[in-house]
C-alpha cells in the first residue's frame, strides 16, 4: 500500500470522466433512446389502431353484405309475388275480354236474328195479303184494312 | 516466461509489482496507473462521446447498440435504487460501470506482454492494470465520498444533514454516539469501496503471475500452466464485471441514501 499523489491524478481523471459522460455521453443517448421507445410506442399504438379498424371494416363488410343479402332476397320474393300477380290479372283480363267476345257475338246473333225475323214477318204479311188477295180475287185497300193486318203482324211476332 | 535474465521468483515478482513512478514520499506519481487508466477512459468516453453525438433514434446498429445496450442496463439499476431526481447518478454509475470495467480487462492481457513491450521500449517498470493500484481505488472511491457528501447537502441541507447526523439512530439524547456512529458509517464506505476492488484485483492478477512463475520453472509445466491460466482469465471474466458492477452498485445505494432520508 503506498498511497502519494497518484491518488489525486486518478480523482482528476474521474472528475474528467464523469464530466464527459454527464455532458457529452449520457443526454444524447438517453434522448435517442426516449424517441426510439416513443416511436416503439407509437408504432405499435398505430398498429392496434389499424387492426381495431380492419375489425371494424371487416365487420361493416359482413352486416353490409348481410343487408344486401336480405334485400335482395326480399327484391326476389317482391317479385315474384308481383309476377304471381300479373299472371292472375292477365288471366282475369282474359276471361272478362272472352266474355266480352261471347256477349257482343251473343247479340249480334240476337240481332241477326231479329232481322231475319223482321223480315219474315214482313214478307209473311206481303205473303198474307197476296193470298188474300188471290183468295179474294179483289183488291184490298191496305189502308181500310191496315188495322187488321197489324195485328197479324203482331200475332207473328 | 520469467527465466530471462538471471531473475529469481522473489524479483519477478515484485517486478511486477512495482509501479513506474516519478518523485519521492507523497508527491510522487504512478505514471502507468496515470497513463493506462487515462488512455483508457479517453477511448471509451471519447469513443461514446463521438458515438453519442450522432446518436440515431432509429434501429440502432454495432456499436451504438453496444453502448446502449451497457448505458441502458446502468440506467435501470440506476433508477431501481436511487429515486430521487438527479443528473448526475446515472452519468456518475455509467462512468464507474465502464471505466472499472475496462481497467480490470486489462488483467486478461497476459501479464508478461505489455511490460516486455515497455521493457524493449525502455520503460523498466509497468503495472499493467490500474485497479491493482490502490491509489486508484481510493481516488475514486474519495471522489464518490465527497460527490455523496455533496448529495446529503444539495437533498438535506446543512441543518438536515446535521439533524440527520446527531439524532439517528438512537434519538437526541445519544447525539455523540450516534454522530460516531454516522462518521464511522461514512468513512467505511470509501475505504471498503476501494479495498474491495483493489484487493479483488490484486489478488486475480498475484494469480497470474504466480502462475506465470510455476510455468517458468520449467517446461514441463508449460502446457498445465496454460490450460490453469486460460481457466482463471475464464473466471476472471466474471470478477471482472462483477467487481464494476458492484463498484457502480454500491456508489448508486449509497447515493440514494444520500438523497433520502434515513
Known amino acids: 500500500m503506498n498511497i502519494n499523489a497518484t491518488l489525486l491524478g486518478q480523482a482528476l481523471w474521474f472528475a474528467l470522466f464523469i464530466w464527459l459522460t454527464m455532458k457529452y455521453v449520457w443526454p444524447p443517448l438517453q434522448k435517442a433512446m426516449q424517441d426510439r421507445q416513443k416511436q416503439i410506442a407509437d408504432g405499435l399504438a398505430a398498429g392496434e389502431k389499424g387492426r381495431q379498424e380492419l375489425a371494424a371494416a371487416a365487420e361493416k363488410v359482413s352486416q353490409e353484405l348481410k343487408k344486401t343479402k336480405e334485400q335482395a332476397m326480399e327484391i326476389i320474393s317482391q317479385a315474384e309475388k308481383r309476377s304471381g300477380e300479373l299472371v292472375e290479372e292477365a288471366k282475369n283480363q282474359a276471361k272478362v275480354e272472352g266474355e266480352r267476345i261471347v256477349r257482343a257475338a251473343k247479340s249480334e246473333i240476337d240481332q241477326e236474328v231479329n232481322r231475319a225475323k223482321e223480315q219474315l214477318r214482313a214478307q209473311v204479311a206481303a205473303l198474307a195479303l197476296a193470298g188474300a188477295e188471290r183468295i179474294l180475287q179483289k183488291e184490298i185497300n191496305a189502308t181500310a184494312h191496315g188495322d187488321m193486318l197489324k195485328r197479324l203482324e203482331s200475332e207473328l211476332g | ?262
Not at chain 2, 525502455?122 to 460527490?147: E, R
Open chain 2, 1 to 262: 516466461m520469467a527465466t530471462s535474465g538471471a531473475q529469481t521468483s522473489g524479483e519477478y515478482i515484485s517486478h511486477h509489482l512495482h509501479n513506474l513512478h516519478v518523485g519521492q514520499g507523497f508527491w510522487s506519481l504512478h505514471l502507468d496507473t496515470l497513463i493506462v487508466s487515462g488512455l483508457l477512459g479517453l477511448l471509451a468516453f471519447g469513443g461514446m462521446m463521438l458515438l453519442a453525438r450522432k446518436a440515431s433514434s432509429g434501429i440502432p446498429t454495432g456499436a451504438q447498440n453496444c453502448v446502449e445496450m451497457v448505458v441502458s442496463l446502468v440506467n435501470d439499476q440506476v433508477k431501481d435504487t436511487f429515486h430521487a431526481k438527479s443528473d448526475l447518478v446515472t452519468p456518475l454509475a455509467i462512468t464507474i460501470f465502464v471505466w472499472v470495467f475496462l481497467m480490470n480487462a486489462m488483467d486478461l492481457i497476459p501479464v508478461d506482454f505489455l511490460p516486455l513491450v515497455a521493457s524493449s521500449a525502455g520503460v523498466d517498470y509497468l503495472k499493467v492494470v490500474p485497479t491493482t493500484d490502490p491509489n486508484l481505488t481510493f481516488g475514486m472511491s474519495i471522489a464518490v465520498f465527497f460527490i455523496m457528501i455533496g448529495m446529503n447537502l444539495k437533498f438535506k441541507g446543512v441543518r438536515g444533514l446535521l439533524k440527520e447526523a446527531l439524532t439517528v439512530p438512537f434519538g437526541k439524547y445519544l447525539f455523540p454516539v450516534n454522530l460516531l456512529f454516522r462518521i464511522i458509517e461514512d468513512l467505511a464506505k470509501p475505504i471498503s469501496l476501494a479495498l474491495r476492488l483493489f484487493g479483488n484485483m490484486y489478488a486475480g492478477e498475484m494469480v497470474f503471475i504466480l502462475l506465470a512463475v510455476w510455468m517458468g520453472a520449467s517446461y514441463w509445466w508449460v502446457p498445465a500452466g496454460v490450460l490453469l491460466s486460460l481457466a482463471w482469465a475464464l473466471f476472471h471474466i466474471l470478477i471482472i464485471t462483477l467487481q464494476a458492477f458492484v463498484f457502480m452498485m454500491l456508489t448508486v445505494v449509497y447515493m440514494s441514501m444520500a438523497a433520502e432520508s434515513h
